[in-house]
């Protein structure tokens, strides 16, 4: 399990790879059912790394506290916030848990560590590893491409991998086409 410090803050993320995804829909009421704090699950390939993830809690934390998030379910609003897409029908398409064999990000939107109990209902999924949260090249291609962020990338002056940054600014520009 990871945890992410976001300004004093702390959520809890677990990686799981080649999770057998058999029934998105009842594992996600599953979820819902079982836990009290929400927890969404996410297409690992979209997460651009430990950072990518800090970014968007900033944000979806910022928002909330605002009255600006783009779902009424934080699940919802963080997937919208992935997906750097305000089409919420699409967001899932996009990001959420597909009926196949994927890698998955299980994040904790409320503070604390993942419920031991959550765990042990991912274990049968597939293998409990974190390292699917982390940027790859092949990844890296992926988001670009997807984002259409290539010729950014090309131009920054960040000194680490832009990728998590430019991401997450596509993601708060998503407010600018959102009705409110």
Known sequence: MLILDVEGRRYAA???RGAEIKDPET?????????NKPIVLIDADFIAGKRHLELLLKQ???ASRRGLT????PEIDFLARVACESQLKKV???VGLKIRRIN??????????LPTEFLKMLEP?????????????????MLLSQHDLLQVQASTIID???????????????ACEADY
């Open 104 to 113: 998955i990000v299980a994040l904790s939107l409320g503070e604390g560590s």
């Open 27 to 35: 594992l996600i009421q599953k979820v819902k059912q079982r836990f």
């Open 92 to 94: 899932v398409e996009k």
């Open 125 to 141: 999924l597939g293998t409990l590893d974190d390292s699917v949260i982390e940027l790859t090249d092949e990844k890296s291609s």
């Open 70 to 73: 783009y779902a009424k379910q």
């Open 160 to 174: 680490e991998d832009p990728l998590p940054y430019l991401l997450a600014e596509n993601s708060a520009l998503l």
């Open 60 to 62: 979806a934390y910022e």
């Open 14 to 16: 677990q990686g799981v």
